[in-house]
């Protein structure tokens, strides 16, 4: 289960890169476990940047070493020469790299097909199609532009590739005109700019050459005998709004066809496996194959072509960290990517450019967190408060002003929402507003209404799961303890050097991964058809040397190698799912206690 709180804090101190006319600047504070050991902090706040090296040091380098060498070649680099790369890397960057080369000669490897050839000896084979949604980052971006203008990044890949680094050095008007969506429309811009989401398995397996995100489950789904006549990815463009992800590509359409054809050539019903991001575009089609304004389904079509739902580090309620990437272009430890994509953007963009892009990207902004102060807590109080806890998880924006460095101003979550609408501009707030809702259904008949109201189907506490009583939900969730720094100068109270430590995966919050799952699909009104709801949590118990945190990892992305789960869902693939147990560690069951969203029959 996903764990981590996110706090802003402002600063008195203006940003050259900040807009003249702002009165403020945003500064993040998030919040993560509290640690007390230094060495164990410092071993920690390094993982972001092992993180990257291990997807682009490691291929750098090799390159470097190997370019003298007839017996490897980089097919990748053909467009970019490893001179010129290495010369708009900073001195720092390869001294980094050459630290983890030493450290990956002590890495402890492992063999990720292993998992799925032990499970084959147990007599686990293949039964269900397997259809997987992966999350953001996991998705490469292509041009299928042909003006003059795109004609040199036809099939580039201007998202996860090597063909984004370049176009960031070297034309980085040209790569923010390709990436950015019309303001007005949340489709294509104008002058033929024509970016795709990649497809196959190629699309997911890796997000650069080198650091894999779905690449181990398919090598262990492929040892009990799946490949691609039973196996498929639904890759999507992350960056649209969910209603016109169906509107220009038809991508629900698309995976209404996948699942049923699926279950036509097999004769089974589907297991599918969503990530982080890819859980809210599965909610969403749950409630749109059914709708008559949608796939038409009708309310028994999940019943009767879907049997499992594996949601990995679904961001259910969303992220609270997505906030200050669209309100003010924070890159440190805020949008849900991974450090190669963040190092990229960070170098080369400003933050004000960053904001613009983020906004620009409707698709980001359906991870606002979703609840409002019922879940995540007001000015004094969160569910989630520890005992002798000095600065409350309630508030979530904490501005110091301009004129009184001493004084604060905090905004609880729902506060937040209405600042971020505030301080943007109409086309962005429009965009928002007409595609996604972040509010609470307290009765069954507001749930049913909403059913018909596609603005609220990415949201669990306006609508309900399937009217599917034989689907099975297995819940995964890692659990890690992460630290992040951003304002270091800031210390008071349980504030250490601007940093408030708190449960999470480095990327989603423990209530939004953790309270659906286990309080909120518990009512009548969220989970009419009583769909079985199982929790599975793993613990982070890294490799002290591995870039990636080896087979026992718990990080947001690197839990897609992990060995157990690996196993879980070849298990659930295979239709033993029922022998996986229940297993909850962490406290969510009493911060989801906490929660002010009661049962239908209490508000009377």
Not at 182 to 211: H, M, N, S, V
Not at 227 to 235: I, K, L, M
Not at 541 to 555: I, K, L
């Amino acid at each position: 289960m996903s764990f981590l709180r996110r706090r802003l804090l402002g600063t008195s101190t203006p940003s050259r890169e900040a807009s003249p006319a702002k009165a403020e600047e945003v500064r993040l504070v998030p919040v993560s476990k509290i640690v007390t050991d230094e060495h164990h902090r410092t071993r920690k706040r390094r993982n972001g940047l092992i993180f990257f090296l291990g997807g682009l040091f490691g291929i750098v380098l090799a390159g470097y070493f190997a370019r003298s060498s007839d017996l490897i070649e980089f097919p990748e680099f053909r467009d970019l020469s490893m001179d010129s790369l290495l010369e708009a890397l900073p001195a720092s960057f390869l001294l980094d790299a050459k630290d983890l080369v030493r450290g990956e000669r002590e890495a402890v490897n492992y063999d990720s097909f292993q998992v799925g050839l032990n499970l084959r000896k147990q007599g686990i084979h293949a039964k269900h199609p397997v259809i997987m949604i992966p999350g953001v980052i996991s998705t490469g971006l292509e041009s299928w532009g042909t003006t003059n203008s795109s004609r040199q990044y036809f099939r580039k890949r201007l998202w996860g590739s090597w063909s984004m680094m370049r176009a960031l050095m070297l034309d980085k008007e040209g790569w923010k005109r390709h990436i950015m969506l019309d303001k007005y429309t949340g489709l294509d811009p104008a002058g033929g700019i024509k970016l795709r989401a990649a497809q196959g398995f190629d699309a997911a397996d890796f997000f650069i050459t080198g650091y894999w995100i779905w690449n181990k489950i398919l090598e262990n789904l492929a040892t009990i005998g799946y490949d691609p006549t039973n196996s498929y990815t639904a890759a999507y463009d992350w960056r649209l709004s969910y209603a016109n992800l169906e509107v220009r590509d038809q991508y629900f359409t698309r995976l209404k066809i996948f699942i049923e054809m699926a279950n036509k050539v097999s004769d089974k019903k589907v297991t599918l496996v969503s990530h982080s991001m890819g859980s809210q575009v599965l909610f969403y089609f749950f409630h749109w194959v059914a709708a008559e304004s949608g796939g038409n389904g009708g309310d028994d079509w999940v019943e009767n072509f879907v049997d499992s739902w594996i949601n990995i580090s679904g961001c259910m309620l969303g992220a609270l960290k997505g906030l200050p990437a669209v309100l003010s272009g924070e890159m440190k430890d805020t949008a849900q990517l991974n450090a190669f994509a963040v190092y990229g953007l960070e170098k080369f963009l400003s933050r004000d450019e960053r904001a613009e892009i983020f906004r620009a990207m409707p698709g980001i902004s359906s991870m606002l967190p979703i609840g409002g102060d019922a879940v995540w807590g007001n000015a004094t109080w969160a569910p989630d408060d520890l005992p002798g806890q000095n600065v409350s998880f309630g508030t979530f924006l904490n501005f110091k002003n301009q004129n009184d460095s001493a004084g604060y101003r905090n905004l609880t979550v729902e506060q937040s929402l209405s600042f971020l609408y505030n301080s943007t501009e109409d086309w962005y707030r429009d965009q928002v507003k007409g595609s996604y809702s972040h509010g609470v259904a307290h009765t069954t008949a507001e749930v049913d209404a909403n059913e018909k109201d596609p603005r609220k189907w990415i949201n669990p506490l306006e609508t309900r799961l399937p009217l599917a009583p034989n689907l099975k939900i297995y819940y995964s969730n890692p659990l890690t303890t992460l630290n992040y720094t951003i304002d270091v100068g800031l210390t008071q109270s349980n504030i250490d050097h601007g940093v408030i430590m708190g449960e999470g995966d480095g990327t989603v919050n423990l209530i939004s991964t953790g309270y659906m799952c286990n309080k909120g699909w518990n009512m009548h009104r969220y989970n009419p058809a009583k769909v079985q709801v199982k929790v599975i949590e793993m613990p982070h118990e890294p490799e002290r040397f591995s870039p990636r945190g080896g087979p026992n990892t718990g990080d947001h992305v690197d839990i897609l190698g992990r060995s157990s789960l690996n196993a879980m869902i070849l298990r659930v693939a295979a239709g033993k799912g029922d022998a996986i147990e229940r297993n909850v560690e962490s406290e969510i069951e009493t911060y989801a206690s906490r929660v002010k969203i009661y049962e239908e029959d209490e508000y009377l």
